[in-house]
């Protein structure tokens, strides 16, 4: 009985997948499907095996030229090596980057030249795909100086993205200076991954003045740049700049946004800053979404204040009924002051509700 169960078994087992030829490896590449089996049967074929699969990048277009130049690096060899140098000098993008990511998978820092004569590229996809090589191998002081020293804009933008990557904390304090103050507003943007990387407090102020500045792309990173570094001045920069009259209104919104998701020292950030503005409707909105417990009673609070009466009433409204009851809650406790602020919000309310009938 056990031998016939075990005959059984190894019938029903399935079967190894049969032996791949070079054009079923080649294809399986194309595809990004069992690639390591692909790769294994390659190198078992040696040098035809990488000029098949070399031919066959040359003629594919669009992202399956990209993965068959990978490929090539992913196979290897002093013949995988050439080709994809050779490709570096085309013009086609999915190519460029394909060899850029084999060069990456060879392993051989000697590569790092022929990478870096492309860090000026125009294109963005190509230079993405040299910092993520640029990374994995590092440079030499001398090469990532020249980098950053590049008269194109391109270049120095790749050489502090690269930093923020995988740079030491030395190349980094001793980069951000410069970079934060490059003229090209993309490098200015990876000047702020920069800091954020080395979590560099000494440029949150320098980052506040780019969060009020003209361009809003470089603004809006700003403000995330701000929210990643964190700190106990953060909030009072985010409503200095919701508040600043030059703020581009999508990065006025969005340090809103930034505020409300913090802890109660943004919200009240966010609500005096509502106070400075002209027009603040949607401030008012994003400040009362959610609002309850705790939050709620922040926002009651600033009632006291003249200076923001108007801007936490307007936000306790579009909360509504649970406003009137938290703050009739509140009102037994308070202090001559917010007692009377409260009495005059909750009589406000009711001359609301009376309206609406």
Do not use: C
């Not at 990532?144 to 790749?158: I, N, P, V």
């Amino acid at each position: 009985m056990f031998i016939a169960i075990s005959l059984l078994a190894v019938l029903n087992a399935e079967a190894p997948p049969p032996p791949l030829s070079v054009p079923q490896a080649i294809a399986a590449i194309g595809r990004d499907e069992d690639v390591d089996r692909a790769v294994t049967r390659l190198r078992a074929a040696g040098k035809p095996g990488v000029w098949a699969l070399h031919g066959a990048a040359k003629e594919a277009h669009a992202t399956e030229r990209g993965r068959l130049f990978e490929g090539i690096g992913r196979v290897g060899g002093s013949e995988a090596e050439w080709a994809l140098i050779t490709e570096l000098s085309g013009s086609d993008a999915n190519g460029v980057v394909g060899a850029v990511r084999g060069l990456a998978r060879l392993g051989e820092p000697r590569v790092v030249g022929n990478l870096l004569r492309h860090a000026t590229s125009a294109q963005e996809p190509v230079r993405d795909a040299i910092v993520e090589a640029l990374a994995q191998y590092g440079m030499s002081p001398a090469q990532l100086d020249a980098l950053l020293a590049h008269e194109r804009e391109e270049a120095r933008e790749t050489a502090v993205r690269t930093l923020a990557r995988a740079g030491t904390a030395a190349q980094r304090s001793a980069a951000i200076p410069a970079a934060m103050a490059d003229p090209a507003p993309r490098v200015r943007r990876a000047a702020l991954a920069l800091v954020v990387a080395a979590k560099d407090q000494s440029q949150v102020f320098t980052i506040a003045e780019l969060a009020r500045g003209s361009d809003p792309v470089l603004a809006i990173e700003a403000v995330r740049a701000l929210q990643a570094l964190g700190g106990w001045n953060v909030p009072g920069m985010l409503s200095a700049v919701v508040a600043h009259p030059s703020t581009q209104p999508a990065v006025r919104v969005e340090a809103a946004t930034v505020l409300r998701a913090m802890d109660r020292a943004g919200l009240n950030a966010l609500v005096k800053a509502s106070s400075e503005v002209k027009a603040p409707e949607a401030l008012y909105d994003i400040a009362a979404r959610a609002l309850s417990g705790g939050d709620l009673d922040a926002v009651i609070e600033l009632l006291e204040d003249p200076a923001h009466r108007t801007a936490s009433t307007a936000i306790l409204d579009r909360v509504g009924a649970l406003s009137a009851q938290q703050a009739t809650a509140r009102q037994a406790t308070a202090l001559p002051e917010l007692h009377a602020a409260i009495a005059a919000y909750l009589l406000h309310q009711k001359g609301n509700a009376l309206t609406s009938k």
